[in-house]
């Protein structure tokens, strides 16, 4: 069974600074996907950034980038220039062919005026 | 563009009270679906899939049941709920367009159990 852990139950961050978000994962599968989902305080899940296993190069999306470390199992998040919007837990999550995901614990993050 | 509607939004019951939540999603076809559950301060659950009309697969054993009576609408159902049960509910589609790993999610609905 595939397992995910965020070790970070909660974080905090100055405006326009740069904050970095953990996560592990455990699976003996190959082919597989990554992804951060950030739950703000309305709760609706929102895809931040999806990563491929097979790809090498770190997924980007504007602020957000990844750090992904497939043979340590790692996939960190780094938001760059944060903003008090980013302020919502985010989850970390797993998934392999028939699109089960896993979710990790979640980490609360916090940006600070 | 799709959009993936619940409701209610809110929905306070009695213990042993039945439930009936309901998930419908616009602008696809034939989408996978799924209903998540997610505790106070809680990761996500995963509790049906659905890959068509009337195909539901359940990953935990409890009193919920699913049902998928039209090809873009998920319905999730107790014939009489516990306290257990209180939580917040979310449904999502994935399965279609160029990354159809990916899963969206709807606005979730909130279960208090009293």
């Known amino acids: 069974a595939q397992t995910v852990t965020q070790s970070q139950p909660e974080m905090s961050v100055q405006e326009a600074e740069t904050v970095t978000l953990s996560c592990t994962y455990d699976?003996?599968?190959?082919?597989?996907?990554l992804f951060w989902y950030k739950q703000p305080p309305s709760r609706q899940m929102i895809l931040v950034i999806r990563?491929?296993?097979?790809?090498?190069q770190n997924a980007t999306e504007n602020r957000f980038s990844v750090n992904f470390q497939k043979a340590a199992k790692s996939f960190s998040l780094k938001i760059s220039d944060s903003q008090l919007g980013d302020t919502a837990m985010y989850f970390c999550?797993?998934?392999?062919?028939?699109?089960?995901?896993?979710f990790g614990g979640g980490t609360r993050l916090m940006v600070k005026p | 563009s799709q959009t993936i509607h619940q409701w209610p939004a809110t929905l306070v019951q009695p213990v042993g009270s039945p439930l009936s939540l309901e998930c419908t999603v616009e602008?696809?076809?034939?989408?996978?679906l799924y209903w998540y559950r997610q505790a106070a301060g809680r990761g996500l659950q995963l509790l049906f899939y659905?890959?068509?009309?009337?195909?539901i697969s359940s990953e935990v054993p409890q009193n919920l049941s699913a049902s998928r009576p039209q090809d873009r609408q998920f319905i999730l159902s107790s014939k009489k709920l516990l306290l257990s049960d209180s939580g917040f509910y979310l449904c999502?589609?994935?399965?279609?367009?160029?990354?159809?790993?990916?899963?969206?999610f709807g606005p979730g609905t909130r279960l208090t159990v009293t």
């Open positions: 999502a589609w994935g399965g279609q367009g160029t990354f159809s790993y990916e899963q969206y």
């Open positions: 699976t003996s599968e190959s082919n597989y996907y």
């Open positions: 990563q491929e296993a097979y790809k090498q």
């Open positions: 999550a797993f998934m392999t062919a028939g699109n089960m995901l896993t």
């Open positions: 602008g696809t076809s034939n989408p996978n």
């Open positions: 659905s890959v068509g009309i009337g195909q």
